[in-house]
């Protein structure tokens, strides 16, 4: 069974750009999370995606954005680029919620933005 | 809100040492726990997990124990091994919080031959 798979692995963008970075979850798994992890520091929870609806958003501007497809992958957007926004993305997926709890997340590999 | 405050790295210890990595969380419902493990140069992997009071995650050697009146959730291990060497991530998620799952800030552990 294929794992959560993300793309690019690497992405280098200039400041003001945008970048679009992709996800496709765990077979069977209709929920997706998305975190930021900057270098020395932990993972801040960005979006989660769940049967193609956002319902929860982090602490992060709207210039971070995203979307969830009907086979459930996902696309996360920044736009504006600005050098702090360097940092590794990482998606996980898991199974829809059981008696309102989560099994735990599957992640990807992640994609590491570099903004220049 | 709920947090989670797990020890500051870098820990380093010698092969076939006992391991703790100490982990406390504040949540207003009734959180599962987790520990995540993230080796170099890769995404995070589930280690553990509980999800009620006094439950018991174990897995590769590696247990913690719910503790609902201590608010902790502590890794242990009876005696590493350099492949354990990475970052370990305490988290918890509830139904408050919207079922996101908030992430202490990581311990690297280093763990010399």
């Known amino acids: 069974e294929a794992g959560v798979t993300q793309s690019p692995t690497h992405l280098i963008k200039t400041r003001g750009q945008q970048a679009t970075l992709r996800c496709s979850p765990i077979s069977g798994h209709t929920s997706v999370y998305w975190y930021q992890q900057a270098l020395g520091l932990g993972l801040q929870f960005l979006l989660w995606?769940?049967?193609?609806?956002?319902?929860n958003r982090g602490n992060f501007p709207p210039r971070f954005s995203g979307r969830q497809f009907p086979n459930y992958s996902s696309e996360l957007n920044v736009n504006a680029l600005e050098l702090e926004d360097s940092a590794l993305y990482l998606c996980?997926?898991?199974?829809?919620?059981?008696?309102?709890?989560?099994?735990?997340?599957?992640f990807g590999s992640g994609t590491r933005l570099t903004v220049v | 809100g709920n947090s989670v405050t797990q020890m500051e790295g870098p820990v380093t210890l010698s092969e076939e040492a006992f391991l703790t990595i100490n982990c406390t969380y504040t949540?207003?419902?009734?959180?599962?726990l987790f520990w995540y493990v993230q080796y170099p140069g890769e995404g995070l992997q589930l280690l553990l997990k509980?999800?009620?009071?006094?439950d018991k995650g174990s897995n590769k050697g590696f247990e913690a124990t719910y503790r609902k009146e201590t608010t902790s959730f502590h890794l242990e291990k009876g005696s590493v091994q350099v492949s354990d060497s990475a970052v370990y991530f305490c988290a918890l998620s509830d139904s408050t919080g919207g079922f996101k799952t908030i992430f202490g800030a990581g311990t690297r552990l280093f763990v010399k031959a």
């Open positions: 995606y769940d049967e193609g609806e956002e319902r």
């Open positions: 949540a207003t419902g009734y959180p599962s």
């Open positions: 509980a999800t009620k009071a006094d």
């Open positions: 996980a997926s898991s199974l829809a919620l059981r008696k309102g709890r989560i099994s735990g997340y599957t």
